[in-house]
């Protein structure tokens, strides 16, 4: 017997399958819980979550060879402190693999709006509260069950966190029930990822593979997270907002189900293993499965040929596993699933991303060695703020997806308490010095002049024209050396689109919404004024949308090459503000930074437009002039290309509820949002005469938060803390963390880049001092020692994601 057969019949012998089965059916039961999604947290634990898990405590005795899946520890944790009755059984259950877990996050997070840093703190939070409590278990499992697409670096995220394995629901092209006023067959969608699994693979397994190279083996669960619920019931569904079912254990009723679900499945796989996922939200564990299960076994699997089990996610992958050279290996981007959700709730989006970075800053500091005495005690009062930090990452809490109750009532309360108490804890800390950059001396003044309601400002890179009649929008933008005209005619527009989409999706998104544009800044006149600056100027303009008013800023160095713009306000009621640039740049690949990586997208796919997730940056190059345009910003917002150049951000929405045909409430998505504070967009242009992204160092320049205009020179940024205690050789690797270690001993410092770094990566020690340097995974288990020699750590990056523990000789 090979090894790979050998180990294949350990799992099977282990979960209770027959050698000389040949199709088997796993069901893995679970119940998705959100946090606080349409009720707060403490409203769901107490109206579902104490009694499903009550209930899978009292199944899990009954049935010895039961398994129950828990997909995060956010609830468990409040179980855990609600009843402290339960421990033995519950530490007991988790260590034995019964009570089992399909990740060590807080959440089941969202991955394409959250940093790098707040994915990772996820799992090693949840990681840690386990181990604080006596349960042992890592898991090799993250399952992202009903994220609403994920980052196309997810591969090397898990990687970086010692996960081998993950699974989806939602990725793009897919059809997911009473979201579409459409039928099922109108899916997947053409040049989908959903397409690419379901028809031209038919497979739901498979190696996903990032750009970075990094490998996860990948399950789709094609016909939903709950496929299975409703196996032993007769009605509609289990899920607590449309809860239809009687009870059906009959037989007939259960056999036909399960041949349902084979007849499904079966088309799209390459191995003997099936997987049926049970667990929508908030359902309760089915009564007796395992007898259920053993019924039909005993019944038809001699005429059917298939055996069915109960096992968790992370046995179905590991049997998957041994046939992973059948599997196709494909690089997937599983977006855009929606693209609403990326520029929903904004401030709160804004304010999830500031705890984090204030976290990190504190952590930072906290490091200088005047502060190194309190290091621990911080670590220990930031406990709680990373907690929130980590709950935030939620695909219900930071994409904006919550109602405006439990947005304005649990969520914005939980980031401003955090907040202010991170504040505090800095505030006692000894305070970096900081030293105050010099203006720069330009090598060339700035000219500006306006006349006969134009603005016109030369710098030494770019001749800009302002028109007052249009709107203070961009009539052209010149480049000064080569003289090619790289804006035109009411460029910087905004313009205002009547959006019947809602929290999740744009009214472009589904049949029967509205994407429709409603007016423009360049429609009516607007009075710009130019305030001069030591370096450079800044034109200010106010325009009224739809009855809003809107305030805009362009700010022009001397010298600088990018050009810094903002907008400030709140969209109309139902509508969608965008910024408008007309380039002509003609391409087909739009090239971005995502959480954990880089991404190269088509200009268009599943919707037209396309709002791509604009992570940080992106960099749209033309195919014949080779020129370019890399757009920067320092939120996460969202971007579409038409094929005659024009390029649109979302500045601003207040889409309300996803609604069809002007009355049609879809009942999917049920959450109805209004903003009720001003928000301000931040981007910067930066024009590119030829090469790529890399070549113009758009990544450098866009982890660079020194570059805005508006920051405030008297608050260090993470970056500032970061290059004093640390710095690396390699220009496009950040440090991203350094912290005391969460597990073991010493300094935990963090890499991060877009891609692979090609050569070896010097990490130089400044105002750290240590004698042993190891790498390890972000669950800060230690991987293998390196060579720290006079101060250096020299060592070579494998993905784009590196933890390194500092530590001296008697840690």
Same mark, same amino acid.
């Given at each position: 017997?090979?090894?790979?057969?050998?180990?294949?019949?350990?799992?099977?012998? @282990?979960?209770?399958?027959?050698?000389?089965?040949?199709?088997?059916?796993?069901?893995?039961?679970?119940?998705?819980?959100?946090?606080?999604?349409?009720?707060? =947290?403490?409203?769901?634990?107490?109206?579902?979550?104490?009694?499903?898990?009550?209930?899978?405590?009292? =199944?899990?005795?009954?049935?010895?060879?039961?398994?129950?899946?828990?997909?995060?520890?956010?609830?468990?944790?409040?179980?855990?402190?609600?009843?402290?009755?339960?421990?033995?059984?519950?530490?007991?259950?988790?260590?034995?693999?019964?009570?089992?877990?399909?990740?060590?996050?807080v959440?089941?997070?969202?991955?394409?709006?959250?940093s790098?840093?707040?994915?990772?703190?996820?799992?090693?939070?949840?990681?840690?509260?386990?181990r604080a409590?006596?349960?042992?278990?890592?898991?090799a499992?993250?399952?992202?069950?009903?994220?609403?697409?994920?980052?196309?670096?997810?591969?090397?995220?898990?990687?970086?966190?010692?996960?081998?394995?993950?699974a989806?629901?939602? &990725?793009?092209?897919?059809?997911?029930?009473g979201?579409?006023?459409?039928?099922?067959?109108?899916?997947?969608?053409?040049?989908?990822?959903?397409?690419?699994?379901?028809?031209?693979e038919?497979?739901?397994?498979?190696?996903?593979?990032?750009?970075?190279?990094?490998?996860?083996?990948?399950?789709?669960?094609?016909?939903?997270?709950?496929?299975?619920?409703?196996?032993?019931y007769?009605?509609?569904s289990?899920?607590?907002?449309?809860?239809?079912?009687?009870?059906?254990?009959?037989?007939?009723h259960?056999?036909?189900? &399960?041949?349902?679900?084979?007849?499904?499945?079966?088309?799209?796989?390459?191995?003997?293993?099936?997987?049926?996922?049970?667990?929508?939200?908030?359902?309760?564990?089915?009564?007796?499965?395992?007898?259920?299960?053993?019924?039909?076994n005993?019944?038809?699997s001699?005429?059917?040929?298939?055996?069915?089990?109960? =096992?968790?996610?992370?046995?179905?992958?590991?049997?998957?596993?041994?046939?992973?050279?059948?599997?196709?290996?494909?690089?997937?981007?599983?977006?855009?699933?929606?693209?609403?959700?990326?520029?929903?709730?904004?401030?709160?989006?804004?304010?999830?991303?500031?705890?984090?970075?204030?976290?990190?800053?504190?952590?930072?500091?906290?490091?200088?060695?005047?502060?190194?005495?309190?290091?621990?005690?911080?670590?220990?009062?930031?406990?709680?703020?990373?907690? /929130?930090?980590?709950?935030?990452?939620?695909?219900?809490?930071?994409?904006?997806?919550?109602?405006?109750?439990?947005?304005?009532?649990?969520?914005?309360?939980?980031?401003?308490q955090?907040i202010?108490?991170? =504040?505090?804890?800095?505030?006692?800390?000894?305070?970096?010095?900081?030293?105050?950059?010099?203006?720069?001396?330009?090598?060339?003044?700035?000219?500006?002049?306006?006349f006969?309601?134009?603005?016109?400002?030369?710098?030494?890179?770019?001749?800009?024209?302002?028109?007052?009649?249009?709107?203070?929008?961009?009539?052209?933008?010149?480049?000064?050396?080569? +003289?090619?005209?790289?804006?035109?005619?009411?460029?910087?527009?905004?313009?205002?689109?009547?959006?019947?989409?809602?929290? %999740?999706?744009?009214?472009?998104?589904?049949?029967?919404?509205?994407?429709?544009?409603?007016?423009?800044?360049?429609?009516?006149?607007?009075?710009?004024?130019?305030?001069?600056?030591?370096?450079?100027?800044?034109?200010?303009?106010?325009?009224?949308?739809?009855?809003?008013?809107?305030?805009r800023?362009?700010?022009?160095?001397?010298?600088?090459?990018?050009?810094?713009c903002?907008?400030?306000?709140?969209?109309?009621? +139902?509508?969608?503000?965008?910024?408008?640039?007309?380039?002509?740049?003609?391409?087909?690949? /739009?090239?971005?930074?995502?959480?954990?990586?880089?991404?190269?997208?088509?200009?268009?796919?599943?919707?037209?437009?396309?709002?791509?997730?604009?992570?940080?940056?992106?960099?749209?190059?033309d195919?014949?002039?080779?020129?370019?345009?890399?757009?920067?910003?320092?939120?996460?917002?969202?971007?579409?290309?038409?094929?005659?150049?024009?390029?649109?951000?979302?500045?601003?929405?207040?889409?309300?509820?996803?609604?069809?045909?002007?009355?049609?409430?879809?009942?999917?998505?049920p959450?109805? +949002?209004?903003?009720?504070?001003?928000?301000?967009?931040?981007?910067?242009?930066?024009?590119?005469?030829?090469?790529? %992204?890399?070549?113009?160092?758009?990544?450098?320049?866009?982890?660079?938060?020194?570059?805005?205009?508006?920051?405030?020179?008297?608050?260090?940024?993470?970056?500032?803390?970061?290059?004093?205690?640390?710095?690396?050789?390699?220009?496009?690797?950040?440090?991203?963390? /350094?912290?005391?270690?969460?597990?073991?001993?010493?300094? /935990?410092?963090?890499? +991060?880049?877009?891609?692979?770094? @090609?050569?070896?990566?010097?990490?130089?020690?400044?105002?750290?001092?240590?004698?042993?340097a190891?790498?390890?995974?972000? @669950?800060?288990?230690d991987?293998?020692?390196?060579?720290?020699?006079?101060?250096?750590?020299?060592?070579?990056?494998?993905?784009?994601?590196?933890?390194?523990?500092?530590?001296?000789?008697n840690?």
């Amino acid at each position: 017997m090979n090894t790979t057969t050998s180990r294949e019949h350990l799992i099977r012998q @282990r979960i209770g399958i027959p050698d000389h089965v040949e199709k088997i059916l796993i069901f893995g039961e679970s119940s998705h819980w959100d946090p606080n999604w349409l009720y707060t =947290a403490e409203e769901y634990f107490t109206r579902f979550v104490r009694n499903n898990l009550d209930q899978a405590l009292l =199944a899990l005795q009954q049935e010895p060879r039961r398994i129950y899946s828990i997909e995060c520890m956010f609830f468990l944790r409040m179980y855990w402190e609600a009843c402290p009755e339960h421990h033995d059984t519950i530490r007991t259950l988790v260590n034995t693999g019964r009570l089992r877990l399909t990740s060590s996050g807080v959440t089941t997070a969202d991955t394409v709006i959250p940093s790098t840093e707040a994915i990772l703190r996820d799992l090693l939070l949840g990681q840690e509260w386990l181990r604080a409590n006596g349960m042992t278990p890592e898991p090799a499992l993250a399952y992202f069950t009903d994220s609403f697409g994920c980052t196309s670096a997810l591969p090397a995220i898990l990687n970086a966190a010692g996960f081998h394995y993950t699974a989806l629901t939602r &990725i793009d092209g897919m059809y997911f029930m009473g979201c579409d006023l459409e039928p099922a067959k109108n899916f997947p969608r053409p040049k989908s990822s959903a397409e690419q699994l379901m028809t031209n693979e038919k497979s739901l397994d498979f190696v996903w593979r990032d750009p970075s190279g990094a490998e996860v083996l990948c399950h789709w669960n094609a016909f939903t997270y709950g496929q299975g619920d409703m196996l032993a019931y007769t009605g509609i569904s289990r899920v607590y907002l449309a809860k239809f079912a009687i009870t059906n254990r009959s037989d007939r009723h259960v056999a036909r189900r &399960i041949d349902q679900f084979v007849a499904q499945l079966a088309p799209l796989t390459r191995t003997p293993y099936l997987f049926c996922p049970i667990g929508f939200d908030f359902v309760e564990p089915i009564p007796q499965l395992v007898e259920l299960l053993d019924r039909y076994n005993r019944n038809h699997s001699a005429r059917t040929g298939v055996w069915v089990v109960n =096992a968790g996610l992370d046995d179905y992958l590991q049997l998957v596993d041994c046939y992973r050279d059948q599997l196709p290996v494909l690089e997937l981007d599983p977006n855009p699933y929606w693209t609403g959700f990326y520029t929903a709730r904004p401030t709160l989006k804004q304010r999830s991303r500031q705890l984090v970075d204030d976290l990190v800053r504190t952590e930072m500091l906290a490091q200088l060695p005047t502060n190194r005495e309190m290091a621990q005690s911080v670590a220990n009062n930031l406990a709680t703020p990373w907690w /929130i930090a980590a709950t935030a990452n939620h695909h219900d809490f930071i994409t904006g997806t919550s109602p405006d109750a439990v947005v304005n009532c649990e969520q914005l309360p939980w980031l401003d308490q955090s907040i202010a108490t991170v =504040a505090r804890i800095n505030a006692q800390l000894t305070p970096a010095p900081i030293t105050t950059p010099a203006p720069v001396t330009t090598s060339s003044s700035i000219v500006w002049q306006s006349f006969a309601g134009t603005v016109q400002v030369q710098t030494a890179h770019y001749q800009l024209t302002v028109s007052e009649s249009a709107g203070a929008t961009v009539t052209q933008l010149v480049a000064r050396h080569s +003289g090619a005209v790289l804006l035109y005619e009411d460029s910087n527009d905004l313009v205002s689109y009547r959006d019947s989409g809602g929290l %999740w999706r744009m009214g472009l998104e589904f049949v029967g919404g509205t994407w429709q544009e409603a007016t423009r800044a360049s429609a009516n006149p607007a009075t710009v004024t130019v305030q001069e600056h030591e370096t450079g100027v800044e034109l200010v303009s106010h325009v009224i949308i739809n009855g809003s008013p809107i305030e805009r800023r362009v700010w022009l160095s001397a010298d600088s090459p990018l050009i810094h713009c903002r907008v400030t306000g709140i969209a109309p009621v +139902g509508h969608s503000v965008v910024v408008r640039l007309a380039t002509r740049l003609h391409t087909t690949t /739009i090239t971005m930074d995502t959480a954990g990586g880089l991404v190269h997208r088509p200009s268009t796919r599943v919707y037209n437009p396309t709002f791509w997730p604009l992570y940080q940056f992106a960099h749209l190059q033309d195919a014949t002039s080779g020129h370019g345009l890399a757009i920067i910003q320092p939120l996460p917002g969202a971007l579409s290309y038409q094929p005659d150049g024009t390029i649109e951000l979302v500045a601003m929405r207040n889409a309300n509820r996803e609604t069809a045909f002007g009355f049609f409430k879809l009942p999917a998505n049920p959450a109805t +949002g209004y903003e009720q504070e001003a928000y301000t967009y931040e981007y910067a242009l930066l024009f590119t005469e030829q090469g790529d %992204w890399q070549t113009n160092q758009v990544d450098v320049i866009a982890n660079d938060t020194t570059q805005s205009p508006w920051r405030d020179i008297n608050h260090p940024t993470r970056h500032t803390y970061a290059h004093q205690l640390v710095r690396t050789d390699a220009p496009h690797v950040v440090v991203t963390t /350094i912290k005391t270690a969460s597990r073991g001993t010493g300094v /935990i410092v963090r890499l +991060g880049a877009v891609t692979v770094p @090609r050569a070896p990566v010097r990490l130089i020690l400044q105002q750290l001092t240590a004698t042993r340097a190891f790498l390890c995974d972000a @669950r800060e288990r230690d991987l293998h020692a390196l060579t720290l020699q006079d101060g250096v750590v020299q060592f070579t990056m494998t993905s784009t994601i590196a933890t390194i523990r500092l530590t001296a000789v008697n840690e």
